[in-house]
T-cell receptor, first 114, second 114 residues
């Protein structure tokens, strides 16, 4: 019962470096999401995907890119990391995109950009 | 635009006491409403949700919430707090009920005092 798995769990980057966060889900969900969580701000949607090969922007997409080459995987990329991207990143997936569907979350990736 | 306001970033209760976490929403139409819980070093987990069926919603671990349209509220309650309830709780609102349209509150950290 893995659910949603994120790698890595922790990472420290220097300003300007790049990295990719990997999200994998084993529930055969069509929809996947990347959120960031910052102190005092709750979670905010970065990008999401409605299916293999499709992505869309969320509330705070600037500075990030995503790809969904396989249905079970959703990658979040930072091309040139900035201190403002220091955050905890959560991946989630859901079966549906409407009707109060439950989102299943991974354990998060704590990213620090110095 | 949709939004939620959670009153009180920190709430402390004694073990066995009533838990009351407040959430008020803003939405132009009847929304979907959610409560998620985040235990330390874990992702978010759905506690309960309102999808316009019944106004009193029962969730996991003995929690429940009541949708009050006149007060635009969706407060979370539990009659008797347990030590294992210590966590951060997030209220969220969505117009269409999908996780790509989910707006989170800033969270309430619940501490349970033995």
């Amino acid at each position: 019962n893995a659910g949603v798995t994120q790698t890595p769990k922790f990472r420290v980057l220097k300003t300007g470096q790049s990295m990719t966060l990997l999200c994998a889900q084993d529930m055969n969900h069509e929809y996947m999401y990347w959120y960031r969580q910052d102190p005092g701000m709750g979670l905010r949607l970065i990008h999401y995907s409605v299916g293999e090969g499709t992505t869309a922007k969320g509330e705070v997409p600037d500075g990030y890119n995503v790809s969904r080459l396989k249905k079970q995987n959703f990658l979040l990329g930072l091309e040139s990391a900035a201190p403002s991207q220091t955050s905890v990143y959560f991946c989630a997936s859901s079966e549906l995109l409407w009707g109060g569907t439950e989102a299943f979350f991974g354990q998060g990736t704590r990213l620090t950009v110095v | 635009a949709q939004s939620v306001t959670q009153l009180g970033s920190h709430v402390s209760v004694s073990e066995g006491a009533l838990v009351l976490l407040r959430c008020n929403y803003s939405s132009s139409v009847p929304p979907y409403l959610f409560w998620y819980v985040q235990y330390p070093n874990q992702g978010l987990q759905l506690l309960l949700k309102y999808t316009s069926a019944a106004t009193l919603v029962k969730g996991i671990n003995g929690f429940e919430a009541e949708f009050k349209k006149s007060e635009t509220s969706f407060h979370l309650t539990k009659p008797s707090a347990h030590m294992s309830d210590a966590a951060e709780y997030f209220c969220a609102v969505s117009l269409h009920g999908g996780a790509n349209n989910l707006f989170f509150g800033t969270g309430t950290r619940l501490t349970v005092i033995p």
